[in-house]
Each structure stands twice: as C-alpha cells, then as structure tokens.
C-alpha cells in the first residue's frame, strides 16, 4: 500500500480520466450504463463541467456553465488533450431525481440534491427521515462506485489502449 | 451542510480494522471519552470533539442514541475563535502606543512588538466565543463504511485524528487510488498494472 498523501497525488489523473470516459459513455451509450445500473433511467450532464489541460506544463483550465451550455467548448478541450475534473450530474430513476458534482481528484461528492423525503415534524420524525435520507444517499454512491468500478476495469486492460482512447477521441472531434 | 441539509457534501471512508467486544458500546465509550466539552475552555483558539447528531448544542449519547437501524448517526463538531485581523491591529495599536507612552521612547524593539501581538491575541482569545461547526457523519460498521458531511480539508482532518484516538481505527479516505484499490475487486494482475500506470490521452 502506497503512502496515503503520495497514493492521492500520483493517481488523481485516473479521476479525471474516469470522469471523461463518464461523460463520453453518458453522450454515446446510455443502453450500456442501464447496464451497469438497472435502476437507471438516464444519467445526463448538469449545469457545471470543468476539464483542464495540463499537458505542456501549461495548466489550461475550461469552464462550462449553465443549464443549456454548449459543450462545444468542452470537447474541442478534450481533443486538444484535456481530462474532465469536475462534472455536475443529474441521475434519474423512475421518478426520482438526484442532482450532484464528482471531482475527479478525489471522487468527492459535493452540492448533492436528494429526491424530496418527509417533513421532520416532531422529534419522532427523525429517525424515519435520517434512514430515508440513508437510503437514497447510498443510491448515488452506489452509482458512483459501481461506474467507478466498470471504469477501473476497463482502464486497466487492453480494452482501453486498444479501442476506448481512439473512440473517445473520434467522438471528440466529430461534433 | 449536514446530513438533513437540502444540499450535501460528502467525503467517503473505510474504517479499516475491527472494534474489540460491543460495537455500540465501544463507540459509545469512545464518543463519551472525546465529546466536546460542555463548558468552553476560554484560553484555546479551538475545540474539536464529538457531539451528537439531534442535540449537537448538548451532547448527548445516553441509552445509544446515536444508532439509527443498522446505521451510527453522530457529528463532529469544531468550536473555532477566529479573531479579526483589524481587531488585533486596533488592539495593537492601542497597547504599543500606551507602551511608548510609559516608556518615553519613540520606537520598540522587533522582540517587543511581537510580544505585544502575542498579548493582544491571548488576550482577545479569552474574550471571544467559540463560533461551533457541526459535521454529521453516517457510519455502517458492517460494511467499514463511513460517510462524512464535508469536503473540507481541516474538518477531515480533524475527523481522522480524532477517529483513530477515540476508536484505535484508521479511516482510509476514498479517492481514486484506494476506491481502485479497496473497493473494485482488483485481481493480482490488475493490481499490478495499476501500480505502473501512467495517464492517457485521448488525442496520443
């Protein structure tokens, strides 16, 4: 086991990359993401995306915002070399919403929106509504950790360096 | 931002190892030994300790109150005084002028002027509140996994020190490498690759 501090430096572009592959497969394959996920109804790209380009020792940073944004800018960016290190999702499961940001470089999860749970009325209330808001917190991590998983898989074999990159990059530089 | 808030930060753990004899009694004696205090201790700049998640302003453990189904449900909480710059500067000017005025001198040393902000400090510490956070945390002692309510880097540190004193267990933060690691069921061979592996990019 790697040092913790060094672990988190080292492997932090595997984030990134993670969240690249993440919106390419959300662009191009949402059959395979229902999938991996068979509660999923669609996993879309929020009101935020940022991709940095650090190549040239040069950190070149890309900022998307806004709920009808272009993503014009975004791809051209990843074309030209950059990786995904933020990204704000909105994950939909019959008929609930779940809206939330991932960072590549640390997987943290971050301005998370759950499905409307109960009211906290009385104190007898909380129980009910903490163990509600449990379970619907464990939907998103558990997304999360099981793309993150399909992902891992996949970047760590042939796979990857064989078809995915070159894929990843046509669809980059068709739009 | 808590775990009843509308919106949620979150930063994922593993509590590696195991507790010794009765899980929520450990954690209760735990949480119990390394509570905040109740009454605030005047001198120090800030307190951390555990409080309780429906009570965080009195901490409260009593008859496992803090176990929710097959879930712990307690909070951190950090007490910080944080002094205004332009209060220390006010504070200072005041106490240096006073000091040349005693002394007849028109100028001080670099030693005395730093022992004048030293004063000034110890001095507005005592009389400044505590401003308190509260971060909840969820954790499943089942599945060693822990969530905890904030993203920032002093609060999780703060936890992490403070887990270890108060249950003898280290929590491995989950980021890219560990999640990889830990929580994907890597075989032999990937966990070989993993190690040597460098970044790609689309466009090479």
Redesign the interface.
Known sequence: MLDIAVAYSRYKFLGNEFLTWLWFMIETDQGRLRKYDTDLVSLTVGNRLVLENTRSNAKETVTIKGDNASMEEGLLAISKGAAVTEIHLAYKTGAQTWEFSLKGESLNISNLKLPETGPVETPDDIEGVVLEKIYLIEKVIGIVNNLFTHFIHLRLSNTWDNQTVSRIRKWASSK | MG??S???????YQAAGQLDGSVHETVYQGLKQHAIPKIEDDGSEATVGWTS??TPYAPDFEGYSFV??G?M?FSLRIDKKSIPPKLIQKHYALYAAKRLADTGRHYLSGNEKKSIKDHVVNTLVHRIPATPNVYDL?WEYETASL?FFS?LKAANEALETLFIKSFNLHL??????????R????ADK?RD??RD?G??????
Not at chain 2, 183 to 186: C, E, Q, R, S, V
């Open positions: 775990l009843l509308s919106r949620m930060s979150i930063t994922r998640f429906e929710f189904g879930y449900v969820v969530w993203n491995i933060r989950l980021f890219p490498y560990t999640a990889a690691d929580m994907a069921g890597l990937e690759i993993l592996i970044t790609s990019r689309p466009e090479e």
